[in-house]
């Protein structure tokens, strides 16, 4: 990329290093190692950290079905179950118009560490915070499932909700018990 980021654009010229895109990428080669290195410790220490976050955004109806179908067959052994997941909301902080869709998928997949809202965005933003958020779905009773083979419709049982998304009108669902 031409330097590191996250860093003054002439660092590298300050350095003396104008160009030298090896040495930034040893550099960066290095950090990686370093830093994955202090996760596992971290992990096997118990402990957990901000940057140990794993993103995930709703995907778009054009791949809904097949991101579904990935996840939830891979149930509790996929990454992103066993992650300690940051799932986005989508689109505007203060009108969320995908609320539903991000809302189901998000209790669709969630593992044991999950949250669902936004990253930092600035103290200048207005979030909106929706009665949906306030709720209490309970706990999972399984993994997700697709309802056929081929459906692209999706479910899991809360104990104080059931839920769905179907890919097929892009359409998710919460519905308390």
């Not at 079905?65 to 066993?82: D, H, I, P």
């Not at 209790?107 to 560490?113: N, T, V, W």
């Not at 779905?137 to 899991?156: D, I, K, Q, W």
Request: charged letters at 15%.
């Amino acid at each position: 990329m031409g330097g590191p980021t996250e860093e003054d654009p002439h660092c590298l010229v300050d350095m003396g290093r104008d160009g030298d895109i090896g040495w930034t990428t040893q550099i960066t080669d290095n950090w990686c190692s370093v830093r994955h290195r202090a996760f596992q410790a971290i992990l096997a220490a118990g402990g957990w950290f901000w940057q140990m976050f794993s993103l995930f955004s709703t995907p778009p109806a054009s791949t809904c079905s097949e991101t579904l179908r990935v996840l939830c067959q891979s149930g509790a052994a996929s990454s992103y179950y066993n992650a300690t997941t940051m799932h986005a909301l989508t689109g505007d902080h203060a009108t969320l118009p995908n609320l539903a869709q991000d809302l189901a998928i998000f209790l669709l997949l969630r593992g044991p560490y999950a949250f669902l809202g936004f990253g930092w965005s600035g103290c200048g933003v207005t979030y909106t915070f929706p009665e949906e958020m306030r709720l209490d779905y309970g706990v999972p009773v399984g993994l997700c499932v697709e309802t056929e083979p081929g459906s692209a419709v999706f479910t899991r049982e809360w104990t104080k909700a059931s839920v769905k998304m179907d890919c097929n009108s892009y359409v998710g669902s919460v519905t308390l018990k």
